[in-house]
């Protein structure tokens, strides 16, 4: 029997906590389209997000290690869907809306610049007197408005409560593109489970990147008491096991500890604070997704070895410190001369009269890190053919 989106709606009604955001509850669309006969607007949205060019381009965008170092490690596609499968598991576990988590969380990344967090720092200080550029921003201003697939709009229209869990993912007072979504109030539970997907997401699989790359040691992270412990339950089960299964198996213990302590502790908040709707939860006045104090004292711990062992290795800062100076040149030599870029960027400032900064921002927030370098090569050197 074939279900019907009204269907679809009806089971969310009858099966959903009462603090979920229901698809037909949702506050619609900056342009009004008809409803699809077999999609909820949040299944719509997370269909289009996957189609976009912004996503498929994620997968040659840095996590941690510049995507030409190898293909076992992880690139920001890959943390990307690792992020949106624990979000639908806290979703589903919680009686929440999993299209619509899974939505914020698929798009959470898509205005990321190539070559990770050093690349955002390098074009937000190109970007200063223009506006900065944080990628927060960026994610919203690519699904709002980067983004040409519809005849009658710019963008891909998605939701407002998709593009506001985008904008108000982190810290988002003070952010200027959140004004538009309540600034003063939260996102819906649904929005603020994926922020603590991307932290458990990204521990994890940089704990296990870090250790294939010999940049962290057991020694470095037996200092976590969160590592020690799946550490030690993964030998346990399985004594003698081969190091790579001992591996995988302490990263999926890693996972399993964040996720079953996220999921309780926000089960109790909600009871604490007798949280009964959506409104309920914009208006608590703090995050209600949260660790417990015990293990979100051992996930700071965490990430502060992470910090010192790994993010600031010698070679993941010559890796980033490389690409940031390969970027940085790339937006001098766009604004020295913008018709170096394509007739179709360049078009957004002649045609359309956008500020040229913010076209070249945009162009390069939006290439991979093998394009810029390719682009680089190709404005440098003189060997390399146009």
């Not at 690349?119 to 550029?133: D, P, Q, S």
Request: glycine fraction near 6%.
């Amino acid at each position: 029997m074939m279900r019907t989106r009204e269907d679809l709606e009806e089971i969310e009604q009858r099966t959903l906590a009462p603090y979920a955001m229901l698809a037909r509850m949702s506050r619609g669309r900056r342009i009004p389209e008809p409803p699809h006969p077999m999609r909820t607007v949040f299944q719509r949205d997370r269909d289009r997000i996957i189609h976009s060019a912004a996503f498929r381009r994620l997968e040659y965008k840095t996590q941690v290690f510049v995507n030409h170092e190898g293909d076992y490690y992880r690139t920001r596609l890959t943390h990307t869907l690792e992020a949106a499968q624990i979000t639908r598991t806290v979703a589903g576990a919680l009686g929440l809306n999993r299209d619509l988590a899974e939505a914020v969380a698929l798009a959470h990344d898509l205005g990321h610049t190539p070559f990770g967090h050093a690349g955002e720092r390098v074009l937000h200080g190109l970007m200063r007197e223009h506006g900065g550029f944080d990628h927060n921003s960026q994610s919203l201003r690519t699904v709002d408005w980067i983004e040409v697939r519809y005849p009658h709009f710019r963008g891909l229209n998605l939701t407002w409560e998709v593009r506001e869990g985008v904008i108000k993912h982190s810290a988002f007072k003070g952010r200027a593109a959140a004004r538009e979504f309540d600034p003063e109030l939260y996102p819906c539970l649904e929005a603020q489970i994926v922020d603590l997907a991307d932290e458990i997401a990204y521990l994890a699989h940089d704990v296990d990147d870090g250790l294939k790359a010999q940049m962290l040691t057991a020694a470095d992270l037996e200092k976590s008491r969160l590592y020690r412990d799946a550490a030690a339950a993964a030998r346990a089960a399985a004594p003698g096991a081969d190091e790579r299964v001992t591996r995988y198996q302490t990263v999926i213990r890693m996972i399993d500890a964040m996720v079953t302590d996220l999921t309780a502790n926000i089960d109790r908040e909600l009871a604490a604070a007798r949280i009964d709707s959506v409104e309920a939860v914009r208006r608590a006045g703090r995050a209600l997704a949260a660790f417990s104090p015990e293990i979100g004292e051992q996930v700071a711990e965490l990430k502060r070895i992470m910090r010192d062992r790994l993010y600031r290795h010698h070679r993941v800062i010559r890796m980033t410190e490389k690409a940031g100076r390969a970027l940085a040149r790339l937006f001098e030599t766009y604004m020295a001369e913008p018709r170096q870029m394509p007739e179709h960027v360049l078009a957004r400032v002649e045609r359309d009269g956008e500020p040229l900064p913010r076209v070249i921002a945009d162009y390069i927030a939006g290439m991979t890190d093998r394009f810029a370098l390719d682009e680089y090569r190709k404005l440098f050197d003189p060997d390399e053919r146009v």
